[in-house]
């Protein structure tokens, strides 16, 4: 018996309204909302549907009948194919009104609080270049798009370094310049595909599970450092060897060069030995005048100059005083500890990786700040009203904890410990309205600051302090 068919509807001239959460737009047909990717407010479009619900659809166009007035050119060659930088299209103060606004509903209408005046969105200083960290894969077939696919012309299929293709595992974009990352970052990229081409080293299948070269993760640092990784399938010391040399020589800039032997299914290096083949197995960040130290595997924000103006706010809205204890849950490698402690008695951090708080730990150490102490669990474990009682009541809280939010046993012992004031900064303001409803009762919102980290996709990081009623 054949499987039967579910057509779903195309609709045709529909004009795009609002922008909506996770980068989608919205319109309506008959009072039903459809969410439309890769669209703006003012196209008009045929969509076809993708998934039809009671109350909503969901679909992407395909065909354009008008091109909102807002749109205006994206500046890279990649945009449309590789799903870095969505919103390329959207000018950059359409971008942070959205932002902001969005903020404002999920706070008001998820968290049903009364919201005191938001402070304006801040603005990224960089809308390019900006991020300290890119990973790019190596791909034995290069994604072909559409019209390459339909072309008459003879299309060849060469490997590619660079992103995945949004959903598909297994399909990578071939990357010529990408604006997210400072030179050295394409320069190295391109000249490692030209080495790998001119020798003979094949990229990875990742279907068949063979090939040589995996991935290639670079960092830059506003120090001036830049870390190089090159991850290999298998060990073959002479290709691996011709490469690594051939990368240290044209790049002197490269400080810390290092390599990993993955054998594994998956590209995650967590659990893999990192080599260092020539300078140091770090870089580190600064900011102030404080240095953070930072190894293959650690965690740091990917704009930093932005990074600094978040840390900035929430030490702001904190307002820490000289006889406070702190506690910075969801710490990861401390980063905002550090910044504070200067201000605060003690800061007490917890994290869930162990090696970031190592990480964490390093970092207090080489910056002689002795009133700090990290440790490593699940919050909903680690913080009880044991460890409170052990380390001292908070006077105060930051808490940054994941795009899940924070867990509802996590809430109630914040709200049993009962500190003075707790600044909230979150990558989700859904579920940090979903966290503030649940404190409402006992802490009034007072200050919000919504800081874009990421221009041209469609995240956003938001502060607000909450003082005790
Ligand atoms: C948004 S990051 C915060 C990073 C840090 N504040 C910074 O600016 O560098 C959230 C952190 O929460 C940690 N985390 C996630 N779930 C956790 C849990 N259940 N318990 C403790 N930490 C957790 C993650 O490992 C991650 O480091």
């Not at 001036?224 to 060990?235: K, S």
């Amino acid at each position: 018996m054949g499987r039967k068919r579910n057509r779903k509807p195309l609709l045709e001239n529909i004009e795009i309204v609002k922008l909506a959460a996770e980068g989608k737009a919205i319109a309506k047909v008959d009072d039903k909302v459809v969410f439309v990717t890769n669209v703006i407010p003012g196209d008009v479009v045929d969509v076809q549907v993708t998934k039809k619900r009671k109350s909503y659809m969901e679909g992407h166009p395909v065909v354009f009948h008008k091109y909102s007035d807002l749109r205006v050119d994206a500046f890279c060659e990649h945009f449309g194919i590789c799903g870095g930088c969505k919103w390329q299209n959207l000018p950059y103060e359409e971008q942070l009104n959205f932002k902001q606004q969005e903020v404002l509903d999920n706070l008001s209408r998820i968290g049903k609080i009364d919201l005191p005046e938001a402070n304006p969105i801040l603005p990224s200083a960089k809308t390019e270049f900006y991020r300290n960290k890119l990973e790019f894969t190596f791909s034995n077939k290069r994604y072909l798009t559409f019209d390459e696919i339909n072309s008459t012309e003879e299309i060849e299929r060469t490997p590619a370094l660079g992103f995945h293709v949004p959903r598909l595992f297994d399909k990578v974009v071939d990357i010529n310049k990408c604006h997210l990352q400072a030179e050295p970052s394409n320069a190295i990229r391109l000249a490692i595909k030209e080495y790998a081409f001119a020798n003979d080293l094949s990229f990875f299948d990742i279907r068949a599970q063979e090939g040589f070269l995996r991935t290639l993760i670079i960092r830059t640092s506003t120090t001036g450092d830049v870390m190089a990784i090159v991850v290999f399938y298998h060990e073959d010391v002479e290709k691996r060897e011709g490469l690594m040399a051939h990368i240290a020589e044209k790049f002197p800039e490269i400080t810390s060069l290092l390599y990993i032997i993955n054998e594994k299914a998956n590209d995650t290096i967590t659990d893999q030995d990192v080599i260092l083949y020539k300078g140091e197995d770090h870089i580190f960040e600064q900011m102030e005048d404080l240095k953070f130290k930072i190894g293959p595997k650690s965690f740091y924000q990917t704009n930093s100059e932005q990074a600094y103006e978040l840390y900035s706010k929430t030490r702001e809205f904190a307002n820490i005083q000289k006889d406070e204890v702190v506690y910075d849950l969801y710490t990861g490698t401390g980063t905002i500890a550090n910044f504070v402690a200067r201000q605060a008695k003690k800061v007490i951090g917890i994290e869930y990786v162990p090696e970031a708080i190592e990480d964490a730990k390093l970092n207090s150490e080489i910056n002689g700040i002795d009133n700090t102490a990290f440790f490593a669990g699940d919050m909903k474990n680690v913080l009880n009203a044991e460890f409170i009682a052990e380390h001292g009541h908070p006077d105060m809280m930051i808490v940054d904890p994941p795009r899940a939010g924070m867990h509802a046993d996590v809430v109630e012992t914040i709200l049993q410990a009962a500190p003075n004031r707790i600044v909230y900064v979150s990558c989700n303001s859904a579920t940090q309205a979903r966290d503030l409803e649940m404190m409402d009762h006992a802490y009034k919102v007072t200050k919000i600051q919504a800081v874009d980290m990421f221009p041209h996709t469609h995240h956003v990081e938001n502060i607000v302090l909450m003082e005790k009623r």
